[in-house]
Nanobody, 120 residues
Framework: QVQLVESGGGLVQAGGSLRLSCAAS????????MGWYRQAPGKQRELVAT???????NYADTVKGRFTISRDNAKNMVYLQMNSLKPEDTAVYYC??????????????WGQGTQVTVSS
């Protein structure tokens, strides 16, 4: 069984910064893709950023130039550095990992979510 635990959310003023972290634990062979998603009240969950095991990154247009995703393969962790935060970034942020393990061999795992609130 694989579990993801997130940390780092909170309340920040517009223009400020936050760093989110997510750690995976359990029987893990590799994690091809790590990512962050977010869900604002009344809206669907949306992609924020992803990073592959080789370091290739992908960002939503709304966060390009402000957010940076990174990973530590040795620690099975993914990070999201969020700068120049805007009130519209307010949401619950979830990490997601595609994990190669034993059973099931390949599966998606989600963190519990961490609240990010940006005040104007």
């Amino acid at each position: 069984q694989v579990q993801l635990v997130e940390s780092g959310g909170g309340l920040v003023q517009a223009g400020g910064s936050l760093r989110l972290s997510c750690a995976a634990s359990g029987t893990i062979f590799s994690i091809p893709i790590m990512g962050w998603y977010r869900q604002a009240p009344g809206k669907q969950r949306e992609l924020v950023a992803t990073v592959t095991s080789g370091g290739s990154t992908n960002y939503a247009d709304t966060v390009k130039g402000r957010f940076t995703i990174s990973r530590d393969n040795a620690k099975n962790m993914v990070y999201l550095q969020m700068n120049s935060l805007k009130p519209e970034d307010t949401a619950v942020y979830y990490c997601k990992m595609v994990v190669l393990s034993t059973t099931p061999r390949v599966a998606d795992y989600w963190g519990q979510g961490t609240q990010v609130t940006v005040s104007s």
